[in-house]
């Protein structure tokens, strides 16, 4: 083989190579990737309140303003769901070694359409056990999942997945399970509108001011 033809050789393996790495990369590979640079740049405060979950923190882009009296670390990453959050643990949590961990995640393990309220309590207790296991101390909030009008068939699993998941946290110390379901229905029992944007599935302003308003009394100095 020529020099010419080993030189075109090795680029056509090479760009193979990286397009197979880049087409084999695990969800939110990108996401995560971003968060490491965003550290690098600016290194994260210590002692923060650390965010962590789906979309509905990732689309907080007000939260800081809104807890203007404590330091957050938001590390939502949009579409997630428990699995994701537990790969990336070593990523998105245990890094920052936070004084307090506010977590969003499980609905859209239930809006997968196979994934019941008993699996995606036990993907919570997986995340919560790995959490306890490296961070014994770090007092937790989970943060109910909410009653998004788009995912209104997923509702009988969403109301006992929280259920179960909030009898299991009444057996642990130092957590709090903070119910918004219920903050976010109307006198009939159905999810408000008026508090979601145009897909019905990420709130708006609204919707945020009464998770502020749970969260607050919890949030830790």
């Known amino acids: 083989m020529s020099a010419i033809k080993f030189i075109l050789f090795l680029l056509i393996s090479v760009s193979f190579s990286s397009l197979h790495a880049q087409n084999n990369k695990a969800a939110f590979f990108d996401d995560i990737m971003a968060f490491k640079k965003q550290d690098s740049l600016t290194p994260p405060p210590k002692d923060a309140i650390l965010f962590v979950g789906s979309s509905s923190f990732t689309k907080w882009k007000s939260v ?3 807890f203007p009296a404590y330091t957050i670390i938001n590390r939502g990453f949009g579409g997630s769901s428990l699995p994701d959050v537990i790969r990336y643990a070593d990523d998105v949590i245990f890094p920052y070694q936070p004084k307090q ?3 969003y995640c499980g609905e859209n393990d239930v809006a997968s ?3 019941d309220s008993k699996l995606v309590a036990e993907r919570f207790k997986t995340l919560f056990d790995l959490i306890r296991s490296k961070l014994p101390g770090v007092p937790i909030i989970f943060i109910s999942m909410k009653p998004s009008p788009s995912r209104e068939k997923f509702a009988p699993v969403t109301v006992q997945g929280n259920q179960i998941i909030k009898n299991f946290l009444w057996t642990q110390s130092n957590v709090i399970y903070l119910d918004v379901y ?3 229905l109307d006198a009939y029992g159905k999810a ?3 508090l979601f944007i145009e897909d019905m599935l990420h ?3 609204e919707g ?3 998770w502020q ?3 607050l009394p919890y949030l830790k100095k």
């Open 208 to 210: 945020y001011k009464i």
């Open 113 to 115: 359409g196979n994934v």
């Open 101 to 103: 961990i506010v977590i």
């Open 64 to 66: 800081q303003n809104m």
């Open 203 to 205: 709130m708006n302003q």
């Open 213 to 215: 308003a749970a969260l």
């Open 192 to 194: 408000r509108p008026e």
């Open 182 to 184: 219920r903050l976010m």
